[in-house]
């Protein structure tokens, strides 16, 4: 199995920052990295798929990049909005494998 | 609107079996990939496998595909995932999901506590 190394488990800043999540993968995954958003009590969403598209009515301020084995998932300019958990996804190969994820707090 | 509504979650007993269920709405269920994920109580996120939109193949995480079995009734627009011989690591949330390339819809989950 691919293991998805995901940094750093938790993550504080104020409004306007921004921040950056970091996955390594065990494996060159070739891009086939997602990126979801979970708030407390609900169902992960999709943000961002294949490193770096963004889904239909998610913000700009999401973005992704990176590429082999090394992703990074950046928020300009938090919002409150955006406190949640954070979690990548490598579907390059089976089994689909997820990183740690990443609570991101408000200072 | 996607719709994902999952059903069966609750207490059981280790050993035992239980099926959940989930019925989606708002798409053609019988175009999609469909697939079950898992979230433990410490927020730990598993994949558990996957089914082809007319159920021809599945395709399973290796330390589950002994014990849950994917299915799906494209008459009625669910989706299933059979656990046996449930242990308490067995205990999470269970999300059915949509795949298109990734799992781009989920359920509001089904919760499954497994103790005696």
């Known amino acids: 199995d691919i293991q998805m190394t995901q940094s750093p488990p938790s993550l504080s800043a104020s409004l306007g920052d921004k921040v950056t999540i970091t996955c390594q993968a065990s494996?060159?995954?070739?891009?086939?990295i997602a990126w979801y958003q979970q708030k407390p009590g609900k169902a992960p969403g999709l943000l961002i798929h294949?490193?770096?598209t963004l889904v239909s009515g998610i913000p700009s301020r999401f973005s992704g990049s990176g590429s082999g084995r090394d992703y990074s998932f950046s928020i300009s300019n938090v919002e409150s909005e955006d406190i949640a958990s954070y979690y990548c996804?490598?579907?390059?190969?089976?089994?689909?494998?997820f990183g740690g994820g990443t609570k991101l707090e408000l200072k | 609107e996607v719709q994902l509504v999952e059903s069966g979650g609750g207490l059981v007993k280790p050993g035992a079996s239980l099926k959940l269920s989930c019925v989606a709405s708002?798409?053609?269920?019988?175009?999609?990939?469909m697939s079950w994920v898992r979230q433990t109580p410490g927020k730990t996120m598993e994949w558990i496998g996957d089914?082809?939109?007319?159920?021809?193949?599945?395709n399973y995480a290796p330390s589950l595909k002994n014990r849950f079995t994917i299915s799906r009734d494209n008459a009625k627009s669910t989706l299933y995932l059979q656990m046996s011989n449930v242990r308490s690591e067995d205990t999470a949330t269970y999300y059915c999901?949509?795949?298109?390339?990734?799992?781009?819809?989920w359920g509001q989950g089904a919760s499954v506590t497994v103790s005696s």
């Open positions: 708002g798409f053609t269920f019988s175009d999609y990939w």
């Open positions: 996804l490598q579907y390059d190969n089976s089994p689909w494998t």
């Open positions: 294949y490193t770096s």
């Open positions: 089914i082809k939109y007319d159920g021809s193949y599945t």
């Open positions: 999901t949509r795949v298109v390339y990734v799992m781009d819809a």
């Open positions: 494996q060159n995954i070739n891009k086939y």
